[in-house]
């Protein structure tokens, strides 16, 4: 079953992996919710973001049924959370909602058995969590501050100015590749291998209706074991040479008691890596192209910006509510609980979607409203909540800060010129192409 | 009516009259006072309402209990007296309490 248990000292083995069935999700136009019976309900569609959809739907489900049972989604049968309070007592009530074997609503296939801490229960997930979080402590993140900033000034000034090219690629994801590599300390020449490992390891249509088919990802993922434990050993064999170790996530590790031989047991090595990868990646790359796909539908609010840039700290905690870049967690109900009404039994799937409980109306005023001076805007779902709640919640509000800080700086607009391009997920909401021109700024 | 005291990591410092029965959370957030976020709005479940409550006090607040601990140990710099505030319920008996602000939230 496992493919990639026995490692030698340099790369994983190659003994054969089993081939899995080819699973593709096709796209077909989403029905209007208002013609649809609520048990057939399906929020697990990976297209209901790209055929913008999930608003309505979710309302639905929030108003009508809060807690939902779809009995026969491709995922399996799940319940769905859709209220910010249902959530937040799902995410807080770790005991009564276990977060193993895996955090996305579909399960592992064979060949991927890996193993996380977000998806560990306590005590192993806390000893595997606090050998990692103190890289992006935010402690740590002050000294980091001035080498974000001057990355990102290099971003903005490569830009072209008054002709189009596409955000997520040039700026999105330039900057989030260049932090993952200093945060692994992995090899800067060979980083862009980052967010491409990062998109194969989120992207299998079994676990989050995505379009990586199962040889590519095998491929890429014993790639990246490759690389990262040549890096550990490189790490290993400088530091028992005497030198200092790194404040890294490799050196990190590698200096903690409870993870110090992670190297040995692959699927756990291999997991917290694509954890840190993906949890790096996605995220802040969503809410970077989020935060400029919201300024335009709502242009106001980038006059409220521009007439007062002390509001960008709340801007950006209002960006990641209103991107919710991670739409849902899942979890599995360890007894039987009685939740707004429903019994949830004992094994049954439960997914919590952040994406909904951030525009519930029953906590947050006009919640499809961006608003960048909203009141409590911290007061998001988007980090999760409870022992699992987002270990580079930090980082992500510093790097948006500072990218915000440094557009105003030169940029008078950022035209959004065509329509968005969106990931195939029910789990990544996000762009795959913003085309966008810029207004430099008259000094 | 009484007071408390908090002292950010600066070392300034910030008085706050008591309402019985408001969190300690609360209470800062009401007074302005800076250093607290309270991201999850007061229910055990962030961790960003951090205090050290100084030691001479710890008596008059109590402990944390096991959920709290969990939520405090996510930060690096957790005490031996650390609470989240929004757990702590004012009361007349706090009249004159010293709390201190982490460096970060987290």
Same mark, same amino acid.
């Given at each position: ?7 030698? /000292? ?17 796209? @077909? $136009? ?24 999930? @608003? ?9 049924? %809060?807690? &939902? ?39 592992? $296939? ?12 306590? %005590? ?5 969590? @606090? !050998?990692?979080?103190? !890289?992006?402590? $935010? ?20 830009? %072209? ?9 040039? *700026? ?60 550990? &050993? ?13 404040? /890294? ?6 200096? +903690? ?26 995220? #802040? ?57 429903? #019994? ?83 789990? *990544? ?6 085309? *966008?021109?810029?207004?430099?700024? +008259?000094? | ?106």
């Amino acid at each position: 079953m496992n493919s990639l248990t026995n490692t030698s /000292d340099e790369s994983v083995a190659t003994s054969p992996i089993p081939t899995m069935p080819a699973v593709e999700f096709i796209e @077909q $136009p989403i029905a209007d919710v208002s013609t649809v019976a609520l048990e057939d309900i399906d929020v697990s569609n990976p297209f209901m973001f790209r055929q913008n959809k999930w @608003q309505s739907y979710f309302k639905r489900l929030r108003d009508e049924c %809060p807690v &939902h049972y779809q009995k026969n989604s491709p995922f399996g049968p799940f319940w769905s959370i859709t209220r910010f309070e249902d959530i937040m007592f799902v995410d807080k009530n770790h005991t009564l909602f276990s977060s193993e074997p895996v955090i996305v609503i579909g399960d592992r $296939p064979a060949d991927y058995m890996l193993d996380m801490f977000i998806a560990m229960d306590p %005590p192993k997930h806390d000893v595997q969590r @606090q !050998a990692v979080q103190g !890289a992006v402590a $935010p402690k740590n993140l002050a000294e980091m501050e001035v080498l974000i900033r001057e990355r990102t000034v290099d971003v903005l000034n490569d830009l %072209p100015v008054g002709e189009s090219f596409d955000w997520v690629e040039k *700026v999105s994801v330039e900057l989030t590749t260049r932090m993952l590599a200093t945060l692994f300390d992995f090899p800067y020449e060979k980083r862009h291998k980052l967010p491409y490992w990062s998109d194969l390891a989120s992207g299998s249509p079994e676990m989050t209706g995505g379009m990586i088919q199962a040889d590519e990802r095998v491929a890429g993922i014993t790639d990246l074991m490759t690389e990262f434990s040549q890096l550990w &050993h490189t790490k290993a064999a400088q530091k028992a040479a005497g030198e200092q170790g790194g404040f /890294d996530l490799i050196s990190l590790m590698q200096s +903690n008691e409870n993870t110090k031989n992670m190297v040995d047991t692959p699927l756990e090595f291999l997991g917290n890596l694509v954890l840190l990868i993906v949890g790096g990646n996605d995220t #802040t790359r969503n809410s970077m192209t989020g935060g400029v796909d919201a300024l335009n539908e709502f242009p106001q609010e980038f006059v409220k910006l521009k007439n007062d840039p002390s509001l960008i700290p709340n801007m950006v905690s209002e960006i990641i509510r209103w991107q919710t870049p991670l739409a849902h967690m899942r979890r599995i109900a360890t007894q039987d609980v009685e939740l707004n009404g429903k #019994t949830i039994k004992k094994g049954d799937k439960v997914v919590m979607w952040y994406v909904s409980g951030n525009r519930d109306e029953r906590v947050i005023d006009n919640p499809d409203q961006f608003v960048i001076d909203r009141d409590k805007a911290r007061n998001h779902l988007s980090f999760g909540f409870g022992i699992h709640r987002c270990m580079g919640n930090r980082l992500a509000e510093m790097q948006l800060r500072i990218l915000w800080e440094e557009i105003l700086q030169r940029f008078e607009n950022i035209e959004v010129i065509d329509k968005p391009k969106y990931v195939q997920s029910n789990f *990544v909401k996000g762009y795959t192409e913003l085309r *966008v021109k810029l207004t430099a700024k +008259n000094h | 009516m009484g007071h408390i005291t908090f002292i950010e990591h600066s070392g300034e410092q910030h008085t706050t009259p008591i309402e019985e029965g408001k969190s300690l959370m609360q209470t800062a957030i009401d007074n302005g006072i800076p250093g607290i976020d309270a991201d999850c709005g007061g229910v055990c479940a962030c961790g960003t309402c951090h205090v050290i409550v100084d030691e001479t006090w710890i008596d008059a607040v109590g402990v944390a209990n096991d959920d709290e601990i969990m939520m405090l140990d996510l930060t690096p710099e957790k005490a031996k007296t650390s609470r989240l505030s929004c757990q702590i319920k004012t009361t007349a008996a706090m009249n004159g309490m010293i709390v201190r602000l982490p460096e970060f939230q987290m």
